[in-house]
């Protein structure tokens, strides 16, 4: 099992920035890749953005694209999503997955299905 704590969630103004980390615990022994999913209150869970073990690869949903950067530290066990320039519309939940890593499509990495560990989520408000 692989434990997932996400931190760094708040309260910001539009154009404001915030820096969300997920911490990983338990059997690591496997790479995993990781993905940042946020949930708006009666909305679905979407997308935001994942990277592969390796770090070398990683992928954003349009509306975040250019504002938003995923990172990783192996050795640390942790991914971070820095979020800049952020609008009301992110405001959201903010959940951290991770999956073992294997030959998955460029596609896969953005289906919430993909993923087998969850994270409990952090709240991320942006004011107008």
């Known amino acids: 099992q692989v434990q997932l704590v996400e931190s760094g969630g708040g309260l910001v103004q539009a154009g404001g920035s915030l820096s969300l980390s997920c911490a990983a615990s338990g059997r690591l022994s496997s790479t995993l890749a990781m993905g940042w999913f946020r949930q708006a209150r009666g909305k679905e869970r979407e997308f935001v953005a994942a990277i592969t073990w390796s770090g070398r690869t990683t992928y954003y949903a349009d509306s975040v694209k250019g504002r938003f950067t995923i990172s990783r530290d192996n050795a640390k066990n942790t991914v971070s999503l820095q979020m800049n320039s952020l609008k009301p519309e992110d405001t959201a939940s903010y959940y951290c997955?991770?999956?073992?890593?294997?030959?998955?499509?460029?596609?896969?990495?953005?289906?919430?299905?993909?993923?087998?560990?969850w994270g409990q989520g952090t709240q991320v408000t942006v004011s107008s």
């Open positions: 997955a991770a999956v073992i890593e294997g030959y998955y499509r460029d596609s896969d990495y953005s289906r919430p299905g993909l993923y087998d560990y």
